[in-house]
């Protein structure tokens, strides 16, 4: 596809925009990370497809912060997480978080990789919004979407999750649960790029980046 030099101007001044200080370049969304088995469940999921705001899709921006590259930064505020590159570059993604009495905050590791995981619903779960089968087979269907990335504390499970979601309507806000929630195509992505063991920090209401 031809873009014009106005056109490209345009779409470069926007990305700039979005990221404030800090200079944003639009990633293309492509499902090179997707497995055969990605595609079959996804071409026809069971929710209706949205459109994710811009500010809100997959960018590569500038970061400045003192994370390493490999790991993975949650502004929890500003709904964006960010998996850290080498060279002052990180990939900037678009994210549902819990409500502020629920969601996850401070540093964790990634202590478990999962494709199309089962969802086990908690006690707490159940008791507010269930009643649901004790455990959920994984698939499109399910909350917990395309790939889980479990943050564990020590060898200990936070219960905390990154995961894909059935809801993409949700990206940008902050809902009840408290996990962090991700666009199927973008946790497919950046599952690619994690490793176990890597540090994920999830900044407190108040302390955006």
């Given amino acids: 596809m031809i873009v014009s030099k106005l056109g490209l101007a345009a779409v470069l001044v926007g990305s700039l925009a979005l990221g404030g200080c800090m200079q944003a370049t639009l990633s293309p969304v ?19 497809d949205a459109k994710i705001p811009d500010q809100f899709q997959r960018h ?54 999962a494709e199309w995981p089962d969802w086990v619903p908690t006690q707490d779960i159940q008791e ?14 399910n909350p ?19 995961h894909g979601t059935n809801q993409p309507e949700y990206i940008g806000q902050a809902i009840s649960s408290g996990c962090i929630r991700m666009n199927n195509a973008d946790v497919i992505d950046l599952y690619q790029h994690v490793k176990p063991g890597a540090t994920v920090v999830v900044l407190p209401p108040g302390q955006s980046a």
């Fill in 30 to 48: 492509t499902d090179a990370a997707m497995t055969p088995r990605d595609r079959q469940l996804l071409a026809h999921p069971p929710y209706a």
């Fill in 144 to 162: 917990l979407g395309a790939r889980g990335i479990y943050l564990y504390q020590g060898n200990k499970d936070t219960l905390y999750r990154i």
């Fill in 60 to 113: 590569i921006v500038t970061y400045t912060r003192k994370e390493q590259p490999g790991s993975i930064l949650v502004d929890t505020d500003a709904r964006y997480l960010y998996y850290v590159l080498p060279g002052g570059k990180a990939i900037r993604y678009g994210v549902a978080v819990g409500e502020e009495a629920m969601a996850f905050s401070g540093v964790a590791t990634v202590g478990r990789l």
């Fill in 128 to 141: 507010r919004l269930g009643p649901y089968p004790k455990r959920v087979a994984g698939g499109p269907a």
